[in-house]
């Protein structure tokens, strides 16, 4: 226990640890096998987006590092809940990873929430901010997330985090009571982590649907996606993260109003654990809403697989042919010469190639003015 606590129990809670023990291992390997491969993919669409000066890939890079890095700390999270709530691994490693994985949170918020303020300025000032989104200025207001979220999660970096529980059990990150400064750091995350940048999103996702609603020039069919995007995105922050942050405020609170009380802790530690586990689907959403939705992202992609898949079978990429998009962001369509194959993996020229060339060349550009609409 920190030894500048204010509120000292002396008492340890008796919670039922029972959920741990094959939720949260579930749970963290289904999201290991979904979420490693998926964040992967979409850092490397987002570094192509980068290179074609989309400043949405900056913040695309960050929230996969983010992602990929709290996937980092899962195997040692499933052994501790295999091992009933147990950790063996040290001191230091338990404040290091418990930093990585409960800071993951808050940045996935944060660039969620830069996600969400770009794309609206994109949609309903795209010329007025056109300066202002470049990827410079991307990169600028990522180094400051990351510092801010660094810097106010890492006070458990300076407390001891390792509690022994009643039976004889080392619990890392967790106590029950929880402590004074604890809860107060809490109250800042719910508040400032988490409220203030998902009311920032549903304010900008608002004024993305007026934008759209109010523009005559764009489809009734790709308004509609619009829409669906819009609130898809903001009920995936919503349901991964209010959950968690209901119950971390309603724990602190209780804390706060009876400090050496076990009574909640008890009480709302199953519901607890479980929103904190579902906490990790971010990882899995995060991919699938921001980089496998965009044109751009999804050609990036699949030309990437397709190469891969050329060079195990033939030792040699698949030619692809690119069109930058007015966004910025690449889109990658194959050629008739990507499609189809000699037995010796040569090229296969028709006479009609001009002219399926040409068609390809119209949908791209299809594709590009429907990328500036989202």
């Keep these: 226990m920190a030894s500048n606590n204010t509120a000292i129990c002396n008492i340890t809670c008796q919670v039922d640890t029972k959920i741990d023990q094959f939720f949260h291992p579930t749970l963290y390997i289904i999201v290991i096998v979904l979420g490693l491969p ?25 929230l996969s590092v983010a992602d990929l890095l709290y996937i980092a700390t899962l195997p040692l999270w499933i052994d501790y809940f295999l091992h009933h709530d147990n950790w063996v691994h040290g001191q230091e490693s338990c404040k290091l990873f418990g930093f990585i994985f409960y800071t993951n949170i808050y940045v996935s918020i944060a660039f969620l929430c830069c996600i969400s303020v770009d794309r609206y300025l ?15 200025t991307a990169v600028a207001v990522s180094a400051v997330v990351w510092v801010i979220e660094v810097v106010a999660n890492s006070a458990p970096l300076f407390h001891n985090e390792l509690f022994p529980n009643e039976r004889n059990h080392t619990l890392c990150f967790e106590r029950y ?24 999103m549903l304010a900008g996702y608002r004024g993305i649907l007026r934008a759209v609603r109010t523009n005559v020039s764009t489809e009734r069919e790709e308004k509609a996606k619009i829409k669906r995007l819009a609130l898809s995105l903001v009920l995936i922050a919503l349901l991964c993260f209010a959950p968690y942050h209901v119950l971390l405020l309603w724990r602190s609170v209780l804390f706060l109003r009876a400090p050496c009380s076990c009574g909640g802790e008890e009480m709302l530690f199953p519901s607890y654990h479980a929103a904190l586990a579902l906490t990790s689907l971010n990882c899995v959403a995060d991919p699938i809403l921001y980089c496998f939705v965009n044109e751009g992202a999804r050609h990036d992609v699949g030309r990437a697989l397709t190469r891969l898949l050329a060079a195990l079978s033939c030792g040699s ?27 010796f993996c040569g090229e296969v020229r028709t006479s009609s190639y001009k002219a399926e060339l040409e068609a390809f060349k119209d949908e791209c550009l299809q594709m590009t003015i429907l990328s500036v609409k989202k």
């Design 177 to 200: 009571p929880m402590q004074e400064w604890v809860a107060g750091m809490n109250l800042y995350r719910s508040f400032l982590g988490f409220l203030a940048p998902w009311l920032v």
């Design 317 to 343: 990429p698949v030619p692809s042919m690119h069109i930058d998009g007015l966004t910025g962001a690449s889109v990658t369509v194959e050629t008739p010469l990507a499609s189809k194959k000699t037995g």
């Design 38 to 62: 998926t964040n992967c993919m979409a850092l490397w669409a987002a570094y192509l987006q980068v290179r074609q000066k989309n400043e949405l890939g900056v913040y695309l890079i960050n």
């Design 122 to 136: 994109a949609v309903a000032h795209p010329l007025r901010f056109a300066k202002v989104r470049r990827v410079k």
